[in-house]
Nanobody, 121 residues
Framework: QVQLVESGGGVVQPGGSLGLSCSASGRFFTINTMGWYRQAPGKQRELVATITRGGRTNYEDSVNERFTISRDNAKNMVYLQMSRLKPEDTAVYYC???????????????WGQGTQVTVAS
């Protein structure tokens, strides 16, 4: 079993910054791509950013150049540094990881429980 635990959400004023962290724990062989997704009220969950094990990143257009995703493979952690936040960034942010439980297994998707980010003055 794999657990993903996010931390770092909260309330921030427009234009402010906030950092999120996600820690993966449990028994597994390796973690492939990790990422952050978000879901605003009444909307579908959407991709925010992903990062491969080798460090290649991908961002949703609206957060490009404002958000930075990074990871620490040794600690099984992924981070999201958010700057120049806007009210439309308000959402529950979810951590995602593609996990290979054993070397001969395929990839399984795991999700964290989510952390609320609210951007308001």
């Amino acid at each position: 079993q794999v657990q993903l635990v996010e931390s770092g959400g909260g309330v921030v004023q427009p234009g402010g910054s906030l950092g999120l962290s996600c820690s993966a724990s449990g028994r597994f062989f390796t973690i492939n791509t990790m990422g952050w997704y978000r879901q605003a009220p009444g909307k579908q969950r959407e991709l925010v950013a992903t990062i491969t094990r080798g460090g290649r990143t991908n961002y949703e257009d609206s957060v490009n150049e404002r958000f930075t995703i990074s990871r620490d493979n040794a600690k099984n952690m992924v981070y999201l540094q958010m700057s120049r936040l806007k009210p439309e960034d308000t959402a529950v942010y979810y951590c995602n990881a593609e996990v290979r439980l054993q070397s001969w297994h395929g990839l399984t998707n795991y999700w964290g429980q989510g952390t609320q980010v609210t951007v308001a003055s």
